[in-house]
């Protein structure tokens, strides 16, 4: 069965304290890690993409990592809109959906 | 504008009242489905859909029907639901099912 585990489950940081984001994940074959972000009463909001080990991919203060166990989401000086749960999921192929992780509820505070 | 549409956003119910909520995308997305997303538990697929005609179970369909007659439409169908049917609901659409999904807004749902 796909798994899918991230660490941690909340995080408070300040302003400018960058840090980072942990996805492990268990599949039988990886089609895709996805990372979402959340804002609360919101649908999820797609953030990256990463199909490879070794892949990278970077977008404002926010890059995602990938290895084969896990993927990292790492944020450099933070603000506070950068508030949100962030979600990672997994497609490990044939027709099924993703499989999301809990999320790390994350607070940026001024 | 791309986007995934559901309605209601918002709907309280009694246990056993049959109802529908609807989702519509606008992007020509041949893969759809069904989240539910509960405290603790995460968003868990219900249903998918690969093409017109074409849908499957996904990890919790029990009390769950839907439907897939047009490629835009997919409607999420509750025939007697049930108090522990109350969640959030999302809708989603992609290219295919490894491609980035996008979500529409949500449907908070509590049955009574």
């Known amino acids: 069965e796909d798994q899918v585990t991230q660490s941690p489950e909340a995080l408070r940081l300040q302003e400018g304290e960058s840090s980072s984001l942990n996805c492990s994940y268990t599949?039988?074959?990886?089609?895709?890690l996805f990372w979402y972000r959340q804002d609360p009463g919101k649908g999820p909001e797609f953030l990256f993409t990463l199909y490879s080990a070794g892949e990278e991919k970077e977008k404002e203060r926010l890059k995602a990592t990938l290895t084969k166990k896990e993927s990292f989401l790492h944020i450099t000086a933070p603000k506070p809109e950068d508030s949100a749960t962030y979600l990672c999921?997994?497609?490990?192929?044939?027709?099924?959906?993703?499989?999301f992780g809990k999320g790390t509820h994350l607070i940026i505070q001024p | 504008e791309a986007q995934v549409t559901q309605n209601p956003r918002y709907l309280i119910t009694v246990t056993g009242k049959k109802l529908t909520v609807t989702c519509s995308q606008n992007?020509?997305?041949?893969?759809m489905s069904w989240y539910r997303q509960d405290p603790g538990l995460g968003l868990r697929q219900i249903y998918y859909?690969?093409?017109?005609?074409?849908?499957d179970k996904g990890d919790v369909p029990e009390g769950y029907k839907v439907s897939r007659k047009e490629k835009r439409n997919f409607p999420l169908i509750l025939e007697s639901p049930s108090p522990n049917q109350t969640s959030l609901y999302f809708c989603a659409s992609s290219k295919r099912v490894d491609t980035e999904a996008f979500f529409g807004q949500g449907t908070r749902l509590t049955v009574v």
């Open positions: 999921a997994v497609q490990a192929g044939g027709a099924d959906g993703l499989t």
């Open positions: 992007m020509n997305h041949e893969y």
């Open positions: 859909s690969m093409n017109v005609e074409v849908t």
């Open positions: 599949v039988s074959g990886l089609r895709g």
